[in-house]
């Protein structure tokens, strides 16, 4: 049975999201606090686009593009085909529907809103019941360094599709940056922190960058469980695998484990990687061994069930 | 034969780029430059809309949508109806191709650009070669007084369907609004100044308010030639019939007539208006009776050809 009552999970985008869809089949979504990385929010034609908020609210709000993992189901593209008729850049893809949130995002972002209130706002009219917070309402810009210069997340991972070797990343604003308002009262006040099967350097990295939110981690009473995002040395999507690799850390569940062990309690792993788990449980982490890959609705509730259910597993 | 060569047209919205539809046939479309009412503009969910702009410029790229007189041909309204979904005001009908346009000029227009700046490059980017040049680059509102209180004319248009009874009509801004550069040089130096066949209280009325503008259509060269947008005491298109009445004018061709007889050299009239050209020319202003409603781009062609060819039948 499970008895966790207040959830709050640390999120990136798709991995995430899918992981979550799973957790709100299995507690009430009013339960689940979801703190989600900002560093790769950018403006496009002068609208704030959120890459992973809008992953996870239109996961919650059972809108998300399940083929391509991101984006609104069924939407067009005709608004986009004009921008490149005047010569605007094209390579992010924003849907006609998906627009309609940046919009709005960008318009009540400029009425004085903060991008918490906004995203709270978003997810009321969207009716995900799970509350969204992003990790900060500063502006916080991941940016990657490669051969080819410092280039922000977004140029690095979509337009140039994450070809670079990475040689460094940096959160440009992060010293300055505070966490929103409740990420450090929902990290104190939790029953269960999940980190969620997101790249730790990119998604969750930001998260744990922000002043403050990495010490409150430490101290938290809650049991503190995550997902390896890396299955056999690489990730289901995303770059996460050759992003480690290129910084010197281990690509595998238990580099991932190296860089949560000043935190962590537990780290679910995939069955293929059932050989690093004396390894794992050496940095003083418990580990689950299951199957990770969440290739539908089912495979995510069994794997929210097995984060749930954790401790019972310690 | 035609030997007009610089023409500078006043319009408004749809009927005007019926006109100018024509004129571009029988015209090279550099010759032509084109003032444009902006009172019509209005922000949108963030977004500065520009109704008559739009209209003409679609018209000259080959865009509008003929059937419906606005917004882009096979156009979609996705994002619209997700803004609705966002509990956003969705009366205004931005379809996504459309939306491209809207984008893009405000963020020109937030980069510092002016609106005859922005206007110059997305027809250039569209592959207008006509000159569409807004009537001023400072911000003008027409305001629509009803019995319902004093709206702003997209509210009073579209929003209520041009039901209420008009009872005043002002232009907010307009005392201290320069024209656009170039609107005034383009009325000196034409060799025929066209009142293109729109709403002569709402579209023209606007350009003619702006200060120095009407002093110099009085004292411009050029021959000045209109045609009147009200058919047999009614409009083809708009409320500008029972505008006229409300505001205590006649709504007929000769109503049209005296407001512009202090610069108009020459009206044409429809057919069905023949009564009223001798009326007409007692005003000092020659007539040309003819077909007046645009209903191919043939009826624009030759509606053209005797905008052009007037003087000689004067």
Redesign the interface.
Known sequence: MVSVTRITALAGGVGAAKLLRGLVHVVPPEDLTVIVNTGDDVEL???HVSPDLDIIMYTLASLIDEVKGWG?AN??F??????G????ETWFKL???????H??R??LL?SGLKLSQVTAE?CR??GVKARLIPMTDDDVQTMVQTKHGILPFQEYFVKRGAKDEVLGVTFKGIEGAKPAPGVLEAISQADRIVLCPSNPIVSIGPILSIPGVRSRLREAEAYVVGVSPIVGGKTIKGPADRMMAGLGFEASAYGVAKLYSDFLDHLIIDKVDEALKERIEELGIAVTVTNTVMRSLQDSIELARKVLGAHENA
């Open positions: 034609h002068g609208l609104i939407d067009t005709n608004c986009l085909e004009m921008l008729r005047l010569k605007r849907g006609d529907k998906d627009l309609a949130i919009i709005v960008t318009q400029r978003l009219m969207l």
